[in-house]
């Protein structure tokens, strides 16, 4: 749980506060259980209350997500070119940005163990905060450019690399589709493409047994 939060003192956080011209905000941090209705699998979350917190800017609130049109014109794009089409889910998705707008700080809770009562920064994008959406596109997004690909103008959420396929250097471009933590990945080597995101973005446990990344459901749509 300690991924998200930086631990320090009550005096040295009430200090920080008093010393800052930017607003920290306490606000109440914990968990929150769930269903998923499509698994019927419980689930818990660590989140903050940030209903409670003064809307920033709405261009930090905004995060946008792959459209369905892009996902369909992207298959047509693989079956055309004979391409892999394989899916992964990042796990844990916006706790591997940082916050980047909002300055909160809470008081542990029973659930944080021996951390219990100490207080808390938050340094990552929490679930429940109002621009968290917006940190993790911003951090993935670098990402993706690191890696080489750059965003389709007409879908920003579309990411497009130009590739040669080994065995007959056939010339196309591989798209890597985003949609929050659920990637759709059109490619020769699919598998080793997503790897490679792997590498700065954990993907959950993959237990399909028709193939690593191979994909069952996107967006509610069933592959064959």
Known sequence: ??????????????????????????LFV???GGVKMETLRRKCRLVAGGH??????????YASVVSRES???????????????????????????PLLHEKIWTVCGAEFGEDQGKSAV???ALYGLKSAGHD??????????????TPCEADRDVWMKPMVRPDDGHVYFAYALLYVDDILMIHHDGVAA????????KMK???????????????GAKFK
């Open 1 to 26: 749980m300690l991924l998200c939060l930086r631990i320090c003192s009550c005096r040295d956080v009430l200090v920080s506060v008093r010393g800052s011209a930017e607003t920290n905000t306490r």
């Open 30 to 32: 914990g968990r929150v």
């Open 52 to 61: 409670k917190t003064e809307s920033p800017h709405p261009s930090l609130t």
């Open 71 to 97: 996902v369909r014109i992207a298959l047509t794009l693989a079956a055309l070119n004979d391409l892999e089409v394989k899916a992964a889910d990042i796990q844990n998705a916006y706790l591997t940005a």
């Open 122 to 124: 938050v340094v990552r």
């Open 136 to 149: 993790y596109g911003v951090h993935i997004a670098s990402c993706m450019v690191h890696l080489g690909y």
């Open 194 to 201: 997503i790897d490679q995101i792997d590498k700065y973005f």
């Open 205 to 219: 446990p993959d237990a399909n047994p028709n193939g690593k990344y191979e994909p069952n459901f996107y967006l």
